[in-house]
């Protein structure tokens, strides 16, 4: 009896990470073979269900490809190279709660200039009122 060959192909990025693991049961999942290596084939669950037999995991916890193709080979992705991946993540979406706590602090912040700019006013209206009695008196002294 002859077993129908099942083939497995990878999707890698223009980084050589690999993206995705398709193949046997999983070939609808290719739209665009072109885009696509051929790594293997054979009869199996090893080629049908190339997902869980070929990589341990094809990402890290945090969404970081894990393996990239050499050319002949997937390969393990060094620390070095999952960890400069992991700088470059883009930062988390502030939460309702952070984003909240910041608007808080902003009219905190906000409240004090005003107090400190309505005290400052009240100061310079102390000062003008002392010129003007000043300049009253002056006056006065003058017989205007």
């Given at each position: 009896?002859?077993?129908?060959?099942?083939?497995?192909?990878?999707k890698v990025?223009?980084?050589?990470r690999?993206?995705r693991?398709e193949?046997g049961?999983t070939?609808?999942n290719?739209q665009?073979i072109?885009?696509?290596?051929?790594i293997?084939e054979?009869?199996g669950d090893?080629?049908?269900l190339?997902?869980s037999?070929?990589?341990?995991?094809?990402?890290?916890?945090?969404?970081?490809?894990?393996?990239?193709w050499d050319?002949?080979?997937a390969?393990?992705r060094?620390?070095?190279?999952?960890?400069?991946?992991?700088t470059?993540?883009p930062k988390?979406?502030?939460?309702?709660?952070?984003r909240?706590?910041?608007v808080?602090?902003?009219?905190i912040?906000?409240d004090?200039?005003a107090v400190?700019?309505y005290?400052?006013q009240?100061?310079?209206?102390?000062?003008?009122?002392?010129?003007?009695e000043a300049l009253?008196?002056?006056?006065e002294?003058?017989?205007?």
């Amino acid at each position: 009896m002859e077993w129908n060959k099942s083939k497995v192909y990878i999707k890698v990025d223009e980084n050589s990470r690999i993206l995705r693991c398709e193949g046997g049961y999983t070939m609808g999942n290719i739209q665009n073979i072109d885009e696509w290596i051929f790594i293997d084939e054979g009869a199996g669950d090893k080629y049908n269900l190339c997902q869980s037999h070929y990589f341990d995991r094809l990402y890290t916890e945090d969404g970081i490809p894990e393996y990239k193709w050499d050319g002949e080979k997937a390969i393990l992705r060094s620390n070095a190279e999952i960890e400069a991946d992991r700088t470059n993540l883009p930062k988390p979406v502030p939460t309702v709660e952070e984003r909240l706590t910041e608007v808080e602090q902003q009219l905190i912040a906000a409240d004090e200039v005003a107090v400190e700019l309505y005290e400052q006013q009240l100061a310079q209206n102390d000062i003008n009122i002392a010129q003007d009695e000043a300049l009253c008196e002056l006056y006065e002294m003058m017989g205007v």
